[in-house]
């Protein structure tokens, strides 16, 4: 579940901002950890944590692609959809429109 202080805002502007802001943070702890201590079930139970997080991640680009699906004009977009996220995400265009 989510951040009891996040929970039932997700459509608020800041939360959402909060949100992502948190998920940084929390990654530059994790980059900041040093993992030599840990057994090597320890650090597999970690890799499996990190695959769970990883297959996560479109959870939560499909609602945004979504909408910009429905709302964003192509004018706004300044052409295909898979164009601007290509251009946004640094991704080829051939993968924004896997996505």
Do not use: W
Not at 12 to 24: G, K, L, M, Q
Not at 69 to 91: K, V
């Amino acid at each position: 579940m989510g951040s009891p202080s996040l929970r039932g805002m997700s459509s608020d502007r800041e939360a959402v901002s909060a949100a992502f802001d948190a998920i940084d943070a929390a990654l530059d702890d994790l980059l900041d950890c040093d993992y030599a201590a840990l057994a090597t079930r320890e650090k597999l139970a970690l890799l499996n944590r990190c695959e769970k997080l990883r297959r996560r991640l479109p959870a939560v680009e499909h609602p945004l692609i979504n909408a910009l699906a429905r709302d964003a004009s192509p004018a706004e977009l300044g052409g295909r959809l898979s164009h601007a996220i290509a251009e946004a995400t640094l991704i080829s265009r051939a993968e924004a429109a896997r996505r």
